[in-house]
């Protein structure tokens, strides 16, 4: 029987939170790929039916539901987020 040091455990369970780290990364980057064709496709959706591609009022929805679950840091994301998907069109 091979008795593991605490360290070889910890060690372990870094690689493996990391491993899942890694995981929830790659799943984030493809929503965000997602979002960003999706919000594209809205945009390009709204200019043929003579609208315009933005809308502020949901732009500023958007930026209020982040900011409330996220905090200041939630407000930063959800920019980054919204300029993701006028990038795409």
Known sequence: MTVQSGTDTAA???DALRRRIDEVDA???ALWQER???SGE???ARMAAGGTRLVL???QAIL????????ADGT????LVLRAGR???
């Open 12 to 14: 372990e369970r870094v």
């Open 27 to 29: 799943a984030l980057i």
């Open 36 to 38: 960003a064709e999706l």
């Open 42 to 44: 809205v945009g390009k």
């Open 57 to 59: 009022a949901r732009e």
């Open 64 to 71: 209020d539901r982040y900011r409330e679950s996220l905090g």
């Open 76 to 79: 930063r994301l959800a920019m």
């Open 87 to 89: 990038g795409s069109l």
